[in-house]
């Protein structure tokens, strides 16, 4: 049995269900919110591009290389896209990744809902001996939620791609450890009690 396994994940702010081509639609229709296929670091699909995306995505997840869900709101609009990548499942290690949110949900609840779901998923289940992050360098949002979310920066990749535009990309990498999850949860825990009241 492959290690990683398509898996629905639910909580009372979001839903991450494993993608399929039947959300297409739905995906584009989230990207559109906020134009975010115009956001010149970061990586997501134009609407055009979204069925080529899907299958990309869905051929690394044969290939064992990554486990990629459709993310809904609560009350079960299409809100975006998450992945497990980078899979390393010979020392249990996956990235959280390629995420992206319409604009509607950003900065709500969904996002550290989803976080929560994915990293309990990650160390409760597969028994994980890290769980990572990264992001561009500029991608100042996504680098302030990461640190909220607990993780710690490893470090900065250095020329680390070469970006659609042409443009050298560093990478920020963040990772989460078992022994700091229990702490993670709780803080995560915490927020969405927060958030709730």
């Keep these: 049995m492959p290690w990683l396994e ?3 994940l639910s909580g009372p702010h ?5 993608l399929a081509k039947s959300h297409c639609d739905g995906l584009i229709a989230a990207a559109q919110d906020g134009d975010l296929s115009k956001i010149w670091y970061t990586a997501i699909p134009a609407p055009e591009k979204m069925d080529a995306e899907i299958d990309r995505r869905l ?11 459709t993310v809904k709101d609560a009350t ?6 998450t ?15 390629s995420t992206w949110y319409g604009k509607w949900v950003q900065r709500t609840a969904l996002n550290t809902q989803c976080k929560l779901m994915l990293l ?3 160390f409760e289940k597969l028994d994980c001996i890290a769980v990572e992050f990264r992001t561009h360098f500029f ?18 990749m250095r020329n ?7 443009t050298l990309r560093d990478t920020v990498v963040y990772s989460i450890l078992p022994g700091e999850w229990p702490t993670v949860k709780a803080h995560l825990t915490y927020q969405l009690d927060e958030k709730a009241r």
Aim: net charge positive.
């Design 6 to 8: 398509p898996v629905t």
């Design 83 to 97: 992945t497990y990548m980078n899979v390393d499942a010979a020392n249990r290690r996956v990235e959280i990744g």
């Design 139 to 156: 991608n100042h949002q996504s680098r302030r939620a990461i640190e909220r979310l607990g993780a710690k920066q490893d470090g900065i």
């Design 59 to 69: 051929s690394l997840q044969a290939a064992g290389a990554m486990l990629p869900w």
């Design 160 to 166: 680390h791609q070469i970006a659609p535009n042409g």
């Design 14 to 18: 979001a839903r991450l269900e494993p």
């Design 120 to 122: 309990e998923h990650a």
């Design 76 to 81: 079960g609009k299409i809100a975006g896209m």
